[in-house]
């Protein structure tokens, strides 16, 4: 039995950062910035920025790090957010999440900006998305987006299966894959729904956002599915995610391994999502893809 087509997100992620290089050394080098708001010292959250501010860099863009106390006041990092929405030098805000506890997530969001909201975070990116009109769209789901055009990965008419309503992935990834030009049927499910394997078993896409180890199996995938792996647990120190990939891959004829798969491609989705910001905001010439 032939095994599916590993869809490589590291070697993916690092092309996309090389042509964002080229399309700016052809603008002259135009000086685009990124601000990374890091309050406290998470060490997760502090791997992810380091991560993404080297891909910045590789891409040609300005990381600009703002690091913050963990007991910083929600008025405090108020004051901060609008400041860099103000700053015409600024071109794309990333608040790193989680916050501790004590800050208040979404009202904070909201002081982004929809142009420079490079996370597609805020409500009126959100809302943008859902009329379908242009607007930032939330990385992760903009990364598996890629993954489809890049592996030529057919969604017209095809089903398609989106385990996870979070509106950080499943709820972003369910319009995307339902857009005109896209013109998937989508099934949203959940923890909570009954018979997922067999939901999921006549889907030509699944794209596992649950965050529940070993979610997906072999008797879970229709042969040939593409299968995109977004949950993420730890498991004895190593990462994990829905799909159980030793399996489903000798089904599947596409997959994410878990890592190297979607994570890149996030990361690579907020450089992109970056230079859509700039061109937004009149900073430079353009037309980045809309997917």
Do not use: W
């Not at 990364?143 to 089903?159: A, L, P, Q, S």
């Not at 990834?173 to 949203?188: E, F, N, R």
């Amino acid at each position: 039995m032939q095994q599916a087509i590993i869809m490589d997100g590291q070697s993916l992620s690092q092309k996309i950062a090389q042509d964002c290089a080229e399309k700016l050394a052809g603008l002259n080098n135009p000086e685009i910035v990124l601000a990374t708001v890091l309050i406290g010292d998470y060490a997760p959250s502090r791997l992810y920025v380091n991560l993404k501010m080297r891909l910045a860099k590789k891409a040609g863009l300005t990381p600009r790090l703002v690091e913050l106390s963990a007991d910083i006041s929600n008025d405090q990092v108020e004051d901060i957010l609008l400041s860099l929405a103000g700053d015409n030098q600024v071109h794309g805000i990333l608040l790193q999440l989680p916050l501790p506890e004590h800050l208040d997530t979404n009202r904070l969001l909201e002081m982004i900006p929809p142009e420079k909201d490079v996370d597609g975070m805020t409500i009126q990116s959100m809302g943008r998305l859902i009329k379908g009109e242009v607007g930032m769209v939330p990385c992760t789901p903009l990364g598996v987006m890629r993954f489809i055009k890049e592996y030529n990965i057919t969604t017209e008419g095809r089903t398609a299966v989106v385990i996870g309503r979070s509106y950080l992935v499943g709820i972003p990834q369910m319009l995307l894959l339902s857009k005109q030009g896209i013109d998937a049927s989508v099934t949203l499910c959940h923890s909570k729904t009954e018979a997922i394997e067999d939901i999921c078993r006549n889907a030509d896409i699944i794209v596992a956002a649950a965050g529940i180890n070993g979610l997906i199996g072999k008797s879970a995938v229709k042969p040939g599915a593409a299968i995109f792996d977004v949950g993420i647990t730890q498991v004895d120190g190593k990462i994990i995610g829905d799909v159980i990939y030793d399996e489903v891959k000798e089904i599947a004829g596409a997959i994410t391994p878990m890592p190297g798969g979607t994570g890149p491609m996030t990361v690579a989705s907020l450089i992109e999502n970056t230079i859509k910001a700039a061109e937004m905001q009149g900073a430079i010439e353009g037309n980045s893809l809309e997917l």
